[in-house]
């Protein structure tokens, strides 16, 4: 039985001081410290990370590289804010983003602290550069907690209600969803054209394509539970967008930074966008986000539109230069590549022996393990996630779940073969438990969930 005392302690005094809206709970774990992909907790309780910081840390925690320069940089400079001066780490990471990120066109970069302000400045740009006032984002969606990035997410009543009325000019369409298909039975390609219909439909009669200044989309939809889109449709979304003078924006926050096995989540599916919005791994944990666009788009914004004292901060930034060095000096992508295509085969394999699991799906090391009540319903199977995800935390891994339903499989990238497995071994032998109803109803109470 492992010692948590510690743990229970700091989870009792932060319940009692800090904001019940800031947090989502899943079991009383109090991180110490961490390296590469494994934690320990306050107890020295080991575990394999399975969540990086909810996508934040692509790099593993604490890289020798990374340490290294952000305690160089900060011994000479924290902070001069750039919204009056200039220095040097800025200049040289926005000249690694312009170069890695789609697009052989003109590009610009302007720096944000997290991914929320970074969507924001996204419909600040698509605005200002077509002078249209609409912006579409998918049902489902989710791209964070300022106005602007609530406003365009659609996959929580909690984010919303109370705090209206939110942002105006937002729409929301359907995302193409090939396992929970509008139409069951539906092929993903008939999925993608009823999603595309709908666009078309609302261009006919309360959307005029005239007044859309951008679609706002994650290539894979994150905390919706990971749904990866046909490529048809968003080769079909940048043509309907291109015929109509529309922005086509990615929102790579959780997909980018070679979660995928691509430097971004929309290299996927062949498609190059207007701009990309970044977030999370970018500095490997460090506050740091920003949009790189056609340059053409961004210099039409006028100070002080959209900047922040902080925002690209000398710190941050070095700290994203040498994520960009370990992603690309030591292989990373082909590593997740070839890792993701044998961990999903063996979620693939348990879904022969659960009947609760009814999809597994993803690209990279960005996997999720959808969990049902019933493999014809697709009804979610919250309890199984939950009870699953606790299971597997007292057995040494840190798992989590959101959508209600859909374990999350995104690891740090560094992760290694070793781990891997036995990260899987947990999961599969909590799932064995959990079949034989070996886990008690009584974690229901202790795992609130995403």
Known sequence: MRDLTKCLRLVDEDRALTSPGAKVHYYPLAIKSGRGSTIEDLDGNLYIDMLSSAGAVNTGHCHPKVVEAIKKQADSLILYTHVYMYHEPLVSLTKELISITPGDFRKRVFFGLSGSDANDGAIKLARVSTGRPRVVSFIRSYHGSTYGAISLSAVSLPMSRKIGPLLPGIHHMPFPDPYRAPIPGMSPDEVSDYCIDQIKIAFENFMPPDEVSAFIIEPIQGDSGLIVPPAKFLRDLRALCDAN??????????????????????????????????????????????????????????????????????????????????????????????????????????????????????????????????????????????????????????????????????????????????????????????????????????????
């Open 245 to 450: 003078g529309i922005l086509l924006i990615s929102e790579e926050v959780q997909q980018g930074f070679g979660r995928t096995g691509r430097w971004f989540g929309i290299e996927n599916f062949g498609v190059v966008p207007d701009a990309v919005i970044l977030g999370k791994s970018i500095a490997s944990g460090l506050p740091l986000s920003g949009v790189v666009a056609r340059a053409e788009l961004i210099e039409k914004l006028e100070a002080p539109v959209h900047l922040f004292t902080a925002g690209g901060n000398p710190v941050c930034c070095a700290a994203a230069l040498a994520t960009i060095d370990v992603l690309r000096g030591e292989d990373i992508l082909t590593h997740v590549t070839d890792l993701g295509e044998r961990a999903k085969k063996r979620f693939l394999d348990m879904r022969e022996k659960f009947e609760f699991i009814g999809d597994v799906r993803g690209i990279g090391l960005s996997i999720g393990v959808d969990l049902v009540t019933d493999r014809q319903t697709k009804e979610r199977n919250r309890a199984a996630a939950a009870k699953i995800t606790y299971r597997a935390w007292e057995k040494g891994l840190l798992l989590s779940f959101f959508s209600g339903s859909v374990l999350r499989i995104q690891p740090p990238l560094v992760i290694t073969d070793d781990e891997m497995n036995r990260a899987i071994d947990i999961i599969e032998e909590s799932m064995e438990e959990f079949d034989k109803g070996e886990i008690p109803d009584s974690v229901l109470d202790s795992v609130q969930g995403w």
